[in-house]
């Protein structure tokens, strides 16, 4: 490992985490938004003054801003995520089985989804402006309008009702067989991968382009090379880092589809649990996972750019 | 002119001006009332009932229509806002330049590194759940996009040779934006206009979906898929029906909006019809 590489990684790591911390501020600011306070909010006109001094005084809202904002961070930074209002229980404890839920699912989707949209890509680049590659694209125009309500319970209608095979309903939970589990998640699994396939495939069909265009390329085709040897020694290596950049983006992509596919499921996961907890404006609940959620994107975003510097062949040489 | 439009495009465009002329006229095409109960529950399609009834035994295409009217309204004004916004901080910040510029940008990277979806829960958490709050919300989180397009055209358009004379006359900055910048911008940003559209169309359906959007007695597209959601695992396709209505308008803008695109990728300098 050459030290520039080194470099530019600790530096986006770096970005990274400054990012992160940039966005918790960010959403506790979205969460003050209000000119009133929260406690009225929540309590409603009809609230006693008392009632609102004591929800005042628990979440803390006689200490000015800035002093909550560092409260909340450390306690964060120490593993508190603070306590759910509505249901009085610690939000750690809650949300730990339902994040595994939620990574299991776009797990599953990711593995689905990667291979196939790189063969499709690939094969759309192969098949360049004829009719598989138009067959692709109209396809991705298709799905990227589609809301993901509408492939989901299209798939529940076809898969779970007129045909009988699958759940339409993914019920979960600890010590279920590995088997049954996968039977659960299939249909979100399904919809999850059908959101994002489209997208990850357009930007691969884009990228591996981009670089079979290029003039380097067309040299290797005139000194005879076959078209192994120039997909081996020539594309596939500068084609790597756009195409895992596309991966990476995608999989963030799949991170908030995850959202809406667990409420259509009811799938007992994160975005479920998101969700839930903003229709009861439990705002507590609201930061923690809002953060959570954004950390994992941004941690994917650096993951992406961190692969393109590693797979860059122009990086690797120190001049 | 209309023979020059492609199939795709020309399809598209119908459709599209068809959904805005129900929306339109709501009042005058919708057989039956918003909230007018018609027959029972769930009645399956008929010749008095078109698309069937819904989980409270209200004429679904009715209900539909009266929706067309919801989501293009709100999706227009948000999208309009999300413009207005974009583009003026978005010129003004590749106009005036220095410091300006550095915090606009680095404060529209900072928004676009949630997930719009993510902030948008985050904030309707506490925020009142009013027409107008989610037509602002949904504005200002996507003015984040028309912002990074606008200053990119405005950049290059910046340093050419007519906006130079203009500054050497002595003109305003607010002339070099609105009458020097702004005619020669429209063309890339007409097209991205139809696909904002589409997002808005697509975010607020997402977000009346889980409960978070448009709020009843009022109704759109996303909130009747929510309405009727429980029907399907009995069979009852009620739900399908505005989830396909908001496919096919997504679909059909995008026709259009991709054709603009196609026409305009010389002044865009990308994104070419490869």
């Known amino acids: 490992m050459s030290s520039p590489i080194v470099k530019l990684i600790a530096q986006r790591v770096a970005l990274g985490i400054l990012l992160l911390l940039a966005v918790s501020v960010l959403i506790f600011v979205g969460t003050n938004l209000l000119p009133g306070d929260v406690a009225q909010s929540i309590l409603g006109q009809a609230a006693t003054p008392v009632a609102l001094e004591n929800l005042r005084k628990e ?10 904002y560092f409260h909340w961070l450390f306690g964060i930074l120490q593993g508190d995520l603070g306590t759910a209002l509505t249901s009085r229980l610690d939000v750690a404890t809650s949300i730990k089985e339902r994040l595994w839920n939620t990574l299991f699912l776009a797990f599953w989707a990711a593995i689905i989804s990667v291979p196939l949209a790189i063969i499709l890509g690939l094969l759309a680049v192969r098949y360049r402006n004829g009719p598989i590659d138009k067959l692709i694209s109209g396809f991705a125009l298709a799905s990227t309008s589609l809301p993901e309500f509408f492939i989901g319970y299209l798939l529940v209608f076809i898969f779970a009702v007129t045909f009988p095979i699958l759940p339409g309903i993914s019920t979960v939970h600890e010590g279920m067989p590995f088997l049954e589990k996968m039977k659960a998640i299939a249909l979100p699994c399904t919809a999850l991968t059908l959101g994002v396939l489209a997208h990850m495939m ?8 981009n670089v079979m265009q290029s003039a380097y390329i067309e040299t290797a085709e005139l000194k005879g090379l076959s078209a192994f040897e120039i997909i081996r020694k020539h594309a596939f290596p500068n084609a790597i880092a756009p195409i895992i950049n596309v991966v990476t983006i995608n999989l963030a992509f799949l991170v908030v589809g995850v959202v809406v596919v667990e409420v259509i499921f009811v799938y007992p996961g994160m975005g479920q649990y998101l969700v839930d907890h903003v229709a009861k404006r439990d705002v507590p609940v609201v930061q923690a996972v809002g953060l959570i959620f954004a950390a994992v994107y941004i941690f994917l975003n650096v993951v992406a750019d961190v692969a393109s510097i590693l797979a860059n062949p122009r990086l690797r040489h120190p001049k | 002119m209309l023979r020059r439009i492609p199939t795709g495009a020309l399809i598209g465009l119908i459709i599209t001006a068809l959904f805005f002329l129900v929306a339109i006229f709501a009042h005058v095409v919708a057989p039956y009332g918003l909230g007018e109960i018609a027959g029972g529950v769930w009645e399956p399609m008929s010749a008095k009932f078109l698309f069937g009834t819904d989980n409270l035994g209200r004429d679904l295409l009715s209900r539909m229509i009266h929706g067309a009217q919801t989501t293009i309204l709100i999706a227009v004004l948000a ?3 999300s413009f207005c916004m974009g583009a003026i901080l978005g010129f003004t910040a590749a106009v005036v330049g220095g410091w300006f510029d550095t915090l606009m940008s680095r404060f529209v990277d900072l928004l676009m590194a949630i997930p719009t979806l993510i902030f948008g829960l985050v904030v309707l958490s506490v925020l009142p759940s009013t027409l107008a709050t989610l037509i602002i919300v949904m504005g200002v989180l996507d003015s984040t996009r028309v912002y990074r397009l606008s200053r990119a055209v405005a950049v290059d358009l910046n340093v050419m040779d007519f906006v130079e004379a203009a500054k050497l006359r002595g003109e305003s900055k607010w002339w070099v934006i609105f009458a020097e910048i702004l005619p020669n911008a429209l063309s890339p940003l007409v097209s991205e206009f ?17 409960g978070l959007g448009v709020q009843p007695p009022e109704a759109d597209w996303g909130g009747m898929v929510k309405e009727n959601k429980d029907g399907i695992i009995f069979g009852i396709p009620a739900a399908l029906i505005p989830a396909a209505a908001i496919a096919v308008l997504a679909i059909s803008v995008n026709l259009v909006a991709d054709w603009i695109l196609n026409r305009t990728t010389d002044l865009k300098g990308g994104r070419g019809n490869g």
Request: glycine content about 6%.
């Open chain 1, 59 to 68: 979440m803390g809202l006689n200490d000015p801003a800035y002093v909550r």
């Open chain 1, 202 to 209: 357009r930007m691969t069909r884009a990228a591996i382009l």
């Open chain 2, 79 to 81: 999208t309009l806002l």
């Open chain 2, 194 to 210: 139809g696909l904002r559209f589409i997002y808005a169309v697509l975010f607020l359906s997402a977000l009346s979906f889980l």
